[in-house]
């Protein structure tokens, strides 16, 4: 029986994000992410039973991975205004630093055809955990999950696909103005 390197499967999971990014999801087949790996395609049914499952594994690892990120940004004890700024820059310098990683992820995040293997939310939970304990203590208003998201995430990740029509520091400390303003109490 062949055993798992752990190096080898993190080679899958970035050939197959470097070919998506490229080529989109239809054109990474898994004859293709093995080649772009430098290992044989049955290397890869080792680790995952499908290219929907290696999809899978890699969008929850990476997005996760953001939101770690994003959670080291927080400190204990902080005001609901600090949480606000800290959310959106730490998520604004994520996008940034990890630019590529973040592109596979909104790339399979709106794929429709994903929908049953991808979830976003399940990755982020630790954050809405935290939110709903500042929520349920009356600092920030209560809103469902998915508007949170909507209103928390979706501008930063438009500051930060769009960043390059312009300085970010004035755009952000605006965005956590307007969104200090909708969400504190």
């Known amino acids: 029986m062949r055993t798992r390197d752990y190096d080898k499967q993190q080679r899958i999971k970035e ?9 989109g999801i239809n054109g990474a087949s898994v004859s293709k992410i093995a080649r772009e790996a430098g290992v044989s395609p ?15 594994a890699a969008f929850r ?4 991975q953001s939101y770690q990120y994003l959670g080291r ?20 310098a994520y996008t940034v630093e990890h630019e590529e990683i973040f592109s596979f992820v909104e790339q399979c995040a ?29 600092l920030l208003r209560r809103c469902s999950d998915a508007n949170l998201a ?19 520091e004035p755009q952000l400390r605006e965005l956590v103005a307007m969104l200090q303003r909708l969400l504190l109490p």
């Open 73 to 92: 940004q927080i400190r204990p004890g902080m005001g609901a205004a600090e949480l606000i700024e800290a959310i959106v820059r730490g998520y604004y």
């Open 150 to 168: 909507a209103v928390l995430f979706a501008p930063v990740r438009f500051l930060a696909m769009n960043r390059k029509s312009g300085p970010a």
């Open 61 to 64: 690892e990476y997005a996760h």
């Open 110 to 138: 709106h794929c429709p055809t994903l929908a049953e293997y991808v979830s976003q939310q399940e990755c982020c939970c630790g954050i809405f955990d935290l939110m709903h304990q500042y929520q349920a203590r009356g």
């Open 15 to 23: 050939a197959m994000v470097h070919l998506i990014l490229r080529e």
């Open 42 to 56: 049955a290397t890869i049914y080792i680790y995952y039973e499908s290219k929907e499952d290696l999809l899978s």
